[in-house]
Nanobody, 116 residues
Framework: QVQLVESGGGLVQPGGSLRLSCAASGFMFSSYAMSWYRQAPGKERELVADITSAGGSTDYADSVKGRFTISRINTQNMVYLQMNSLKPEDTAVYYC?????????WGQGTQVTVSS
């Protein structure tokens, strides 16, 4: 069965760092573009970062550009989101997404809270 399992969320102080992981199984991971989305309370889900299937190209929301880095290791079916210089406004549930043409898979989400 298809699974995307996020981990690495938690409570961190402003200015701190956190690395989220997403473990994929049940589909051909290397054929899918991968993304991280987030949803804060009372707000719509937004795209944070995107990476192509082979990892050759990345894209980021303006709000995180220069602070976050998305990466993947296809041989391990893993995608990561390195988050540095975290701000309170980064607080949200972060979701891993796999996309290929019209097919899309979602993880269950992991909570990231940035607070002093």
């Amino acid at each position: 069965q298809v699974q995307l399992v996020e981990s690495g969320g938690g409570l961190v102080q402003p200015g701190g760092s956190l690395r989220l992981s997403c473990a994929a199984s049940g589909f051909m991971f290397s054929s899918y573009a991968m993304s991280w989305y987030r949803q804060a309370p009372g707000k719509e889900r937004e795209l944070v970062a995107d990476i192509t299937s082979a990892g050759g190209s990345t894209d980021y929301a303006d709000s995180v550009k220069g602070r976050f880095t998305i990466s993947r290791i296809n041989t391990q079916n893993m995608v990561y989101l390195q988050m540095n210089s975290l701000k309170p406004e980064d607080t949200a549930v972060y979701y891993c997404n796999a996309r290929r043409f019209s097919m899309s898979y979602w993880g269950q989400g992991t909570q990231v809270t940035v607070s002093s």
